[in-house]
């Protein structure tokens, strides 16, 4: 088991920036393939960026490239999602996942979930 615990959201004006994190604790083997998934009233989840720990490649949704940098403290095990240039379509629930299967990065089934971290972008 992988408890994940996120935290960093907020409300912010459009062109601002915010920083998730994702503190993990437990079985921590799960996290070789981590990320951040959201969900925005109404719309699917989405998988947002991914994090493949042994090589550290990383995977983004288009709508984010540029924008979002998704990084981890193997010490401290501890996930993070620089948002950058926040637009009000990035206002959602955002989820912090682990033990992606592979490729990492593109399927998003999980067992391991956080509670999630609400983001609202004002314009």
């Known amino acids: 088991q992988v408890q994940l615990e996120e935290s960093g959201g907020g409300s912010v004006q459009a062109g601002g920036s915010l920083r998730l994190s994702c503190a993990a604790s437990?079985?921590?083997?799960?996290?070789?393939?981590m990320g951040w998934l959201r969900q925005a009233p109404g719309k699917e989840r989405e998988g947002v960026a991914a994090?493949?720990?042994?090589?550290?490649?990383?995977y983004y949704t288009d709508s984010v490239k540029g924008r979002f940098t998704i990084s981890q403290d193997n010490a401290k095990n501890t996930l993070y999602l620089q948002m950058n240039s926040l637009k009000p379509d990035d206002t959602a629930m955002y989820y912090c996942?682990?033990?992606?299967?592979?490729?990492?990065?593109?399927?998003?089934?999980?067992?391991?979930w956080g509670q999630g971290t609400q983001v609202t972008v004002f314009s």
């Open positions: 996942v682990a033990d992606l299967p592979p490729p990492c990065g593109n399927t998003w089934f999980s067992d391991y």
């Open positions: 437990g079985n921590t083997y799960h996290n070789y393939c």
């Open positions: 994090i493949y720990t042994p090589g550290g490649n990383t």
